[in-house]
């Protein structure tokens, strides 16, 4: 049997002196109190660790603590020990003829699961079993196969350079943790999952990649930091969509950061950084060139001068300064915001429309105006280009591409009783 120390449970008697010990004397910070009626007790949890001190104070005559404390004084109550399934642990010490106070689990604080051995089976300590209230069953992990959409003449592939992971905080900006932790779950370091999708881009005129993910050169210590997991990146998406790097004509930045852009370039074997589509021609907003090569402190972690100067130097750059057409049916908006220069690329074909919105719209959970980035430069920018573009979204049912949701490649972005949703759209 796996068990974890939980919690230590101590009997108090009078909470205002408890209190001037753990709280102010030792400087512990104590959680609200939570009631547990079918005990009448009240449960004041103090994190130490990974386990707590629990303080006891009974809410009634009759309760377990108020006996405790009328026979032997305040202190020690009992100790508790986690375990993953209660009833196969009661079950073991039946079988073994342990003497237990609960032969059944029943509720405990926080929705657990508890149930007590007798003290004299635990050599005078009182024992509690708990089983914590069941997580929600984990989210079934990314599907991260290439996804094929047509759009009239154009043939689009939601491709992936693997999953990353980024601050929940600084990736929902004002938006409180209680909110954003339901839609996407951190982890133990507040990390949340990200995919990187690049999409491909296909025509007469030839083949076109929209970012190309984080690629290869990031160092050991930046890769544990961003959580960096490349076990399926662009290499393998690529090659099952029968998509030769050296085949695309064209790539397409929408804005110059490393989850974008890193892997435009590549080292060959003797370590040179080289253009990873050995036959593009690469498109590079000359202003949002401008603000990665000048990089402040601000935004400097996101800009590495690797991912794009040897572009320049390997003289593979189109520059271009405004709003337009790259290629038929691909036309870059700057949106600001993000940076300064950061665009989304509308996809447009007799009649239909996609948008590519890169980080404006980051993941699913992102459709909500005022759920903003924490890394934008210019966050009223996003909130007003934002505002617009998603009612117009909305109405004219673009086909929305999000390029960092680990979980959706595309979907409809749909009104219902003023709620917003993302419908989605798996491709083919
Ligand atoms: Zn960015
Ligand atoms: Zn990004």
Known sequence: MKAILDHVGIAVQDLGQALAFYRDALGLDIE???????????????????SNLELLEATAPDSAIARFVEKRGPGLHHITLRVEDIRAALARLKARGIRLVDEEPRPGAEGALVAFVHPSAAHGVLLELKQPRAERPPAPGPDLRPQRFALGALRLTSVND??????????FGVVPRTLWERKMPPDDRNRILLAMRPLVVEAGWGRLIVDCGAGDKMDARSAEIYGLDRRRHLDHALAEAGLEAASFDYVLATHLHFDHFG??????????LRPRFPRATYFIRRAEWEDATHPHERNRASYLADDFVPLEKAGVVAFYDADQEIQPGVRVVRTGGHTGQHQIVYLESEGQTAVFTADLIPTTAHVQDPWI??????????????????REAIEREYLIFFEHDPYVAAGYIRERDGKRIVEPAPGG
């Open 32 to 50: 609200a109190p939570e009631e547990v009626a079918s005990q009448r007790v009240r449960a004041h949890f103090v994190p130490v660790g990974a």
């Open 162 to 171: 693997g999953l990353f992971r980024l601050d929940g905080g600084a990736m």
């Open 373 to 390: 980035m924490g890394y934008d430069l210019f966050p009223m920018e996003t909130l007003a280009f934002k505002k617009r573009f998603i």
């Open 263 to 272: 892997g435009a370039t590549a080292r060959d074997a003797g370590g040179a």
